[in-house]
């Protein structure tokens, strides 16, 4: 006699059982996030490599832009990495490497709208390859940030928790109103620089 026949319940496959009730299921949304942003990591990576191995180490401001766009990729595919593990401590390095990541996008749309208004006045009636540059690194930087601020706010959510298999309840209020404190701090630095533009 198999299992289900004469009213009797069908037994469980052991591990799909904590999917079976919903819980430590990561979503497929999360797992395809977690995939762009390792890949984007990775191609930044390799970007720096090939950079480094054609600039002289001697140039100090060179090599500071490496670091900078460096941390940038590291947290973003750590970030990403941890989005996919279970467990509190994934959760935590999670929304510390992606608030670092929002960090460097509100810098990188702060530089393209800088960018944009220092390349304005020499063609304003004119499109020029550097008017172009800097729109895109705005636009991109605000999309991706975006992005990671809605992560943010997943993050700091109930559903959150049973996907990292964390108790149930209420996520630190600091986590709560991190996407609003990035996202006013995203909004001063893009107005500032457009006002105080040189």
Not at 175 to 182: F, G, K, N, T
Request: charged share 10%; aromatic share 10%; glycine share 10%.
């Amino acid at each position: 006699m198999r299992p289900g026949e004469h009213g009797d319940p069908p037994e469980l496959i052991p591990y799909a059982s904590h999917v079976a009730h919903g819980t430590g299921r990561t979503p497929i949304g999360i797992i395809l996030f977690s995939a762009s942003h390792l890949l984007l990591g990775g191609v930044i990576a390799l970007a720096i490599v090939r950079f480094l191995l054609r600039v002289p180490l001697a140039d100090r401001n060179a090599l500071t832009w490496v670091a900078a766009i460096g941390g940038f990729s590291v947290a973003m595919m750590v970030g990403s990495g941890m989005l996919l593990m279970k467990g509190r401590v994934a959760w935590m390095v999670s929304i510390a490497a992606f608030a670092i990541v929002a960090m460097y996008e509100i810098a990188l749309a702060a530089l393209g709208v800088t960018w944009w208004y220092q390349t304005l006045p020499a063609a304003p009636f004119t499109s020029t390859p550097g008017l172009y540059f800097a729109a895109l690194t705005a636009v991109m930087a605000s999309i991706l940030f975006s992005l990671s601020v809605v992560l943010l706010h997943y993050l700091g959510g109930a559903k959150a928790r049973a996907t990292f298999g964390l108790t149930p309840g209420e996520a630190p209020i600091a986590v709560q109103l991190l996407p609003a404190a990035l996202t006013l701090i995203f909004c001063a630095s893009v107005i500032a620089t457009a006002l105080l533009r040189p």
